[in-house]
């Protein structure tokens, strides 16, 4: 078999063209994944197989022994409805196989560009393909490729440390205030969603404490269930002001519910130490004059928004920089495997040559026969250095080929030296 990236390709359906309902359906936990794996190699569909299932996309990756075989194996699966789910699918073959595995474990095509789980995922089902003996040659070196790739990717470029999101906003806006989380305790006042995504979004960066209060005793008690936090009653919100590092506020209340004479209070309270307010309710809830008592620190929804659409655009030209790198890094692995195809087929001429001289000097064993030990060794150099000599410019023309991707040259030279798969 040739070792080019010719027989490389990349199947699958991802949010971008699939609905759900039909994702679904492709679902591939680990036994089912091991079991499909094995029967694409046992039908000969294909040498190597890698398949990364996750809820935004499903796709293998196969050096194709057999492409028609393969094709149906994937078209057995059916939508909700029986449908197929052939015009959900998307092919990529070659370069484009590698760079679109690349983008993948770079984030580059996910949902949310630059997300850190994918890459745990692409990791996972490595780990799947390996314990199911499907990585072979061309899968193997391309996977581990691939997560080096993702790292150096984060490591140099901004892809994942720009702010996307109102809950990633908020936790930013935090750490500019108090550097770390780390034993910070916060009161959400009001159940609305913003304020709900910060404080899950303020929960996974080492926040000590939430607590939620509401007028309504219930929706608290219901909402502090669902993050682990504590429900503390409407009539104690001065008291927790006093506690509490940080404060969101996202209630309907059409007048402010804090004024700048309670934080005075609860910041004398608290010997001063700095309380973080984010004010997400419209009409707004807190006092805008907040702003001006020292140690408070006010922010609304819209510097919320400028931060994510900061976010959006370092994320974006972050993206471009990772884009690049992961062109540069597809064509260096295809120029690899052209240089390994390459050698392989100079080592298959070479040996061809080297049959039709040694069956040359065999028709001619009485002339080598009646030579001394020491004329038959310079007559063998001298066979050995006229055959490279021969090839020289054969060998150079072969590797040229392959690293131009120059197929109809390559084929040349395979039919000079009638080389078949």
Known sequence: MRADADRLVAVGLSHHTAPVEIRERLAFDEPKTLAFLQRLRDEKAVDEALLISTCNRV???????????????????????????????????????????????????????????????????????????????????????????????????????????????????????????????????GTGEMGRQIARALLTSGLAELAVTSRTFQHAVDLAQDHGGTAVPYDRLDDWLVRADIVLVATGAALPIITAEQVRRALRARRYQPIFFVDLSVPRNVETSVADVGDAYLFNVDDLTRVVEKGKCERATAAEAADRLVAEEAERFVAGLAELDAGREIGRITQAADAVRLAELGRSRRLVESLDAEGREQLDALTRALVKKLLDHQIRELRDAARTGDNTRLEWLRRLWDLED
């Open 59 to 189: 796709e293998l990756y196969a050096v194709q022994s057999d492409p028609e075989r393969m094709r149906a194996t994937l078209l057995e699966y059916r939508g909700p409805h029986g449908e197929s789910i052939e015009p959900y699918l998307y092919w990529h073959h070659g370069r484009d196989a590698v760079r679109h595995l690349f983008r993948v474990a770079c984030a580059l095509d996910s949902l949310v560009v630059g997300e850190p789980q994918i890459l745990g995922q692409v990791k996972e089902a490595v780990r799947v393909a390996e314990s199911a003996g499907s990585l072979g040659r061309m899968l193997f070196p391309l996977a581990q490729r691939g997560l080096s790739v993702a790292k150096r990717v984060r490591t140099e470029t901004e892809i994942g440390r720009s702010t996307i999101g109102i809950g990633s906003a908020g936790v930013d806006l935090a750490l500019q205030i108090f550097g770390d989380l780390v034993g910070k305790r916060c009161l959400l006042i």
